[in-house]
């Protein structure tokens, strides 16, 4: 038995698609002037900077392409549809990201030793219109970020963005009036280790779902006692939450019923699904309302 609230297909990011794209379209703007500009300039930390905006540029379309995805109707095969997509991009983008970070601390580490020549004021400017691009992809994205991973994923490649844009704007002001030229080099490394811990956030909440542990905001306890103190309900088991993708959290549990209950299972269906709804934030529910005793000619089973 279960309440059906039919599975739709739009999820947390979908609302966002017009941002992802405009966010886009300004990273490879970006990405294409460092690219143009640390080759002028000899700049490392502008090239990393670059590969880091290309890095987010492949996260976006894939974030893009997950939410076009998800958005496909189910079938017989795929009863949840393809929304699982947001949350393998949201691992994929985590995955890019430490590849990248291997890649820049080794070269990075190179030019400690053997500095190359480095444009200051060419950084410098290419930098400043890297920094003004990635404020406003923050701002586009930030209320994105709170309500879907896999739109997280890409707030904060473009955090790291930011950040390695004023550590690029700081290493070329050192070197403009220094002639230092290693502060390339551990600029490049600080953007490295600057992106490494929110690669690791986004890969372990990504696992975390993919792996369908309990959704960190559901308390399983807290949800069992809430089902107990509905009248006639006598025991609960097989109580299991799990993400389907970000913002869908679901359940299902068998509920142990006062038997003349169970001629009124209609309402007691609707009671139960507005204390999960009202309570947990739980949409997405299937509940099998059963007698005492009926758990003896069940099959495999988990408390």
């Not at 844009?165 to 700081?170: E, K, Q, R």
């Not at 490394?189 to 690791?200: K, Q």
Request: aromatic share 4%; net charge negative.
């Amino acid at each position: 038995m279960g309440v059906d609230h039919g599975h739709g297909h739009a999820t947390a990011a979908s609302a966002h698609r017009g941002k992802l794209i405009i966010v886009l379209l300004l990273t490879v703007g970006v990405m294409v002037a460092q690219i143009v500009g640390g080759l002028l300039a000899g700049s490392l930390a502008l090239l990393a900077d670059a590969g880091h905006m290309a890095a987010d540029a492949f996260g976006i379309v894939a974030a893009l392409l997950a939410v076009w995805m998800a958005s496909r109707p189910s079938c017989s095969k795929r009863t949840f549809g393809l929304q699982r997509a947001e949350i393998l991009a949201a691992a994929g983008n985590a995955l890019l990201l430490f590849g990248l970070c291997v890649y820049i601390a080794y070269e990075a580490i190179q030019r400690l030793f053997t500095p190359q020549p480095v444009t200051g004021p060419t950084m410098l400017v290419v930098a400043a219109i890297g920094l003004a691009v990635n404020i406003g992809g923050l701002v586009l994205l930030r209320t994105g970020q709170r309500e879907s991973l896999n739109l997280r994923g890409a707030y904060l490649e473009v955090l790291g963005d930011t950040v390695s844009s004023l550590g690029v704007i700081v290493a070329a002001v050192v070197i403009w009036l220094t002639d230092w030229r290693q502060a390339d080099s551990i600029v490049s490394l600080g953007i490295a280790l600057f992106i490494v811990p929110r690669a690791w956030n986004l890969l372990r909440e990504a696992v975390h779902v993919l792996l369908e542990a309990v959704p960190r905001e559901v308390d399983l306890d807290e949800v069992r006692s809430h089902i107990l103190s509905q009248n006639g309900v006598l025991d609960v088991h097989d109580l299991h939450a799990w993400t389907i993708t970000s913002g869908m959290p679901v359940l299902s549990a068998h509920v142990v019923v006062e038997e003349e209950l169970l001629r009124d299972t209609g309402r007691m269906l609707d009671e139960l699904h507005m204390c999960l709804s009202g309570h947990f934030d739980v949409e997405h529910s299937t509940l099998q309302l059963e007698p005492a005793g009926h758990i003896n000619h069940e099959g495999a089973r988990h408390q």
